[in-house]
C-alpha cells in the first residue's frame, strides 16, 4: 500500500514502464492544478494534501496488466485531468483522448496538455453522448457514473479487446455483484492508495441477449 506522498513519489520514479520525464512533468502539473484549484472547484481540499498518492499514483495504477502494444485510450469525465492525463504524461506512446462536459474544465485541462506539450493527450469537450463512435484500447473512469450507466453510454467506444480500468473506492465489489445484464470478464483489484478500494478491470463483451438492464 502507498501511503504518502514519499512512497508515491518513489513508486513512480521506480516504475520502468513510465517516460523518464515522469516525475518532472507531473510536478509542473501540480504547480498547475493548485494554482487552477484557487481559481475553480476541481478535486476535494483534503485531497490536495496528498496529491502524489490521492490523484497521480491513484491514476498511473490503473496501467497495472494492460498490454504494453496498448495504443489508444478513452478517460471518461476527465475533471481535474485523473486519471487521463496523468497517463498520458506516464505513456507518450499512447494516445489518450479526455472527455469532459465542463468548458471551465476543458479550458483548464488544454492549458496543462499545452504547458506540459502533451502531444499524445486531446481534450474533447462535449457530452460523452456526443462523441463520435471510435475503438479505443483502453477505457478509463473515475467518479464518473454508476457501473450500469458507465456501460451504457460508453459500451460503443469498446471491442471484445478493450482493457476496462474503473476505480469504483468502497463500492467496486458491490457494483460488480450487482451489475445485470452484460457479459464481461470484470473482476475487482484491490487499490494500491487504499486498502477499501476496487478498481474494476477487464473486458466486455456486450449485453447478454434479450436484456436491458
Ligand atoms: C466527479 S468528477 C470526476 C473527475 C475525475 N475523473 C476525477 O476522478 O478526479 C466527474 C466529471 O465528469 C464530468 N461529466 C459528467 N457527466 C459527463 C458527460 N456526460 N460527458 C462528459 N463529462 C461528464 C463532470 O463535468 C466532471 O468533471
Not at 88 to 115: K, N, W
Not at 128 to 136: I, P
Not at 152 to 166: I, K, V, Y
Not at 169 to 177: I, K
Request: aromatic share 8%.
Amino acid at each position: 500500500m502507498i501511503v504518502d506522498e514519499t512512497q508515491a513519489r518513489e513508486w513512480i520514479g521506480a516504475h520502468d514502464g513510465f517516460d523518464p520525464d515522469t516525475i518532472g512533468r507531473l510536478e509542473c502539473f501540480e504547480v498547475i492544478l493548485r494554482h487552477e484549484c484557487e481559481k475553480q472547484n476541481l478535486v476535494s481540499a483534503r485531497t490536495l494534501d496528498e496529491v502524489w498518492v490521492r490523484h497521480f499514483v491513484d491514476s498511473l495504477q490503473l496501467l497495472r496488466d494492460v498490454p504494453r502494444e496498448t495504443s489508444t485510450w478513452l478517460d471518461l469525465g476527465t475533471g481535474a485531468g485523473f486519471p487521463g492525463v496523468a497517463l498520458a504524461i506516464a505513456r507518450p506512446d499512447i494516445a489518450v483522448t479526455c472527455v469532459e462536459s465542463r468548458a471551465l474544465r476543458t479550458d483548464y485541462l488544454a492549458r496543462v496538455v499545452g504547458e506540459l506539450d502533451l502531444e499524445n493527450c486531446k481534450i474533447v469537450h462535449s457530452r460523452l453522448q456526443d462523441v463520435k463512435t471510435a475503438e479505443y484500447g483502453a477505457i478509463s473512469a473515475r467518479a464518473f457514473a454508476p457501473l450500469p450507466k458507465l456501460l451504457d453510454l460508453s459500451t460503443r467506444f469498446s471491442t471484445r479487446d478493450t482493457e476496462w480500468r474503473l476505480p469504483k473506492g468502497r463500492s467496486a465489489a458491490q457494483e460488480l455483484e450487482e451489475l445485470r445484464g452484460w457479459d464481461h470478464m470484470f473482476h475487482v483489484e484491490q487499490s494500491l492508495t487504499d486498502a477499501d478500494a476496487g478498481i474494476i478491470c477487464g473486458r466486455l463483451f456486450g449485453r447478454k441477449k434479450g436484456k436491458r438492464s
